[in-house]
């Protein structure tokens, strides 16, 4: 068997450069550095904020920006936990309108994303017309809905006029305006989780619904055994994403009642309650204090929906 030698450069010919320490140290922690750019980004545009915040909010910063400040430790935490006339009634506010627009927008997104799963005669344009709430802004939105239910030149009274029915004071009256508001956000954003439901039908296998058709399954018992529980990962998603994003509205609500929510704060949520404390009072150690406690609240929720969602796929 012949054996292999190894062999050896010739004397005096040129050998490879070693690799410089550094260079070697920068092809260890490439990762690291090219992702550098983006995580400094994020520190400069979200960390520091927020650092800055929960400075203030242990601050009694009032009156002009440039004013002297002292610290006051969780004095502001103090006051904000005992304010049973604004705080509070403004995170029930907010838990109502999350939790009634959420449960609006999945239940109608649902619906409407299984009428366009299956095809039909133009059904292009039937999803282009239910798309369209999202292309206006929500602060035109809300000016476009104020008009329309005006109490005395909106065209939501004079329809229940045709009917024999009285004015109803949509956006003035003291207990309709949260209501009102929620249907505005409704309109306008459930065609997002249609367009999440939808991706998320299309999708899906047909073997499936193939094999429960031909065992004599129903239409109800189809959807309820097959189609939801391979469904819940994407309606998780969608939970997740428009409940935070209804959670922290505020362009409509602002657009609609102006400050303070309204004369009697009926539509005042957190975020509302926040910029007026910044913004009308000046109060920026108070309001740091309650925009702090409501991006816990935040953090929170999307814990409490990433955990329900990881127990779901189990």
Same mark, same amino acid.
């Given at each position: ?16 450069? *070693?690799?410089? %320490? ?13 992702? !550098? ?17 929960? @400075?203030?909010?242990?601050? =009694? ?5 440039? !004013?002297?400040?002292?610290? /006051?430790?969780?004095?502001? @935490?103090? #006051? ?18 999350? /939790?009634?627009?959420?449960?609006? *927008? ?32 929500? /602060?035109?939105? %809300? ?6 239910? #005006? ?13 024999? !029915? ?5 956006? !003035? ?36 619904? *193939?094999?429960?058709?031909? =065992? ?28 935070? #994003?209804?959670?922290?509205?505020? =362009? ?27 913004? =009308? ?29 990881? *127990?779901?796929?189990?």
């Amino acid at each position: 068997m012949a054996t292999m030698t190894a062999t050896k450069a010739p004397r005096g010919a040129p050998t490879a450069p *070693e690799t410089p %320490g550094w260079l070697r140290w920068v092809d260890d922690h490439r990762k690291w550095l090219f992702a !550098a750019p983006a995580m400094t980004f994020v520190a400069a545009l979200i960390v520091f904020p927020l650092a800055w915040t929960g @400075y203030l909010s242990l601050t =009694d910063a009032e009156g002009s920006v440039r !004013a002297e400040s002292e610290f /006051v430790g969780l004095q502001n @935490y103090f #006051d904000v936990f005992t304010d049973t006339e604004r705080f509070w009634p403004a995170v029930g506010r907010t838990a109502t309108f999350t /939790v009634v627009a959420l449960l609006f *927008e999945v239940v109608l997104g649902m619906a409407i994303a299984l009428l366009l799963w299956r095809p039909f005669k133009g059904q292009r344009w039937v999803r282009v017309a239910i798309l369209m709430p999202l292309v206006a802004t929500p /602060v035109a939105v %809300g000016m476009m809905w104020r008009l329309i239910f #005006d109490p005395n030149i909106g065209l939501a009274n004079q329809l229940l006029g045709w009917f024999g !029915a009285g004015p109803w004071p949509w956006l !003035a009256g003291q207990h309709s305006a949260l209501p009102t508001t929620i249907f505005i956000d409704v309109w306008q954003w459930t065609p997002m989780v249609v367009l999440i439901l939808l991706a998320g039908l299309t999708s899906l296998s047909e073997e499936p619904q *193939e094999a429960a058709r031909i =065992d004599g399954a129903s239409t109800w018992q189809r959807f309820r055994h097959v189609t939801l529980p391979l469904l819940m990962p994407t309606l998780t998603v969608a939970i997740l994403l428009r409940g935070i #994003d209804a959670l922290k509205t505020f =362009d409509i609500l602002y657009a609609t009642k102006g400050r303070g929510g309204g004369s009697f704060h009926e539509v005042e949520t957190l975020n509302v309650y926040a910029y007026g404390l910044s913004f =009308d009072y000046n109060e920026y150690g108070v309001s740091s204090t309650v925009l702090i406690l409501f991006f816990l609240i935040i953090i929170g929720a999307m814990w409490a929906l990433t955990a329900r969602r990881k *127990e779901a796929q189990r």
